[in-house]
């Protein structure tokens, strides 16, 4: 592997590690506030609610660095990532430019067409057509 693969793949395995503490601590808050008897006193002290999300972090960074299949699959992503040619600015703003001229045509486009249908089925509501 590259060494800017490495980098680039550490710190990736380093955000999974912590979205996966984060999510533990909510998750950990959220079962604190609910549990109640011994489980909920045992949940509720300090070392379990936030020593349990940093442990299942440390866990999540050295399960994804030890296993070679998730290695090998990173170091792919990230090669076939820097292969991407991206777009120039210039090309970018003009493509931006290109949906907002869309989006907005197709907003006058639809309100006319609601307000059009609007005034038919009223109009046929008051007639008394039906």
């Not at 955000?15 to 045992?42: D, N």
């Not at 299949?69 to 777009?87: G, H, K, N, Y």
């Amino acid at each position: 592997m590259e060494n800017t693969n490495n980098k680039t793949i550490s710190i990736c395995f380093m955000i999974a590690g912590i979205l996966v503490g984060i999510i533990a601590s909510v998750l950990m808050e959220t079962l604190a506030a609910v549990a109640t008897g011994g489980f909920g006193r045992f949940v509720a002290q300090d070392a379990v609610r936030l020593g349990f999300p940093i442990a299942l972090g440390v866990a999540t960074i050295v399960i994804l660095y030890t296993n070679k299949t998730v290695m090998a699959w990173a170091d792919e992503v990230v090669t076939e990532i820097s292969r991407v040619v991206w777009p120039t600015r210039k090309e970018t703003v003009a493509m931006t430019m290109v949906v907002c001229v869309m989006v907005l045509a197709f907003g006058v486009y639809f309100g006319l067409l609601d307000v059009t249908s609007g005034a038919i089925i009223d109009w046929l509501l008051h007639r008394n057509v039906f």
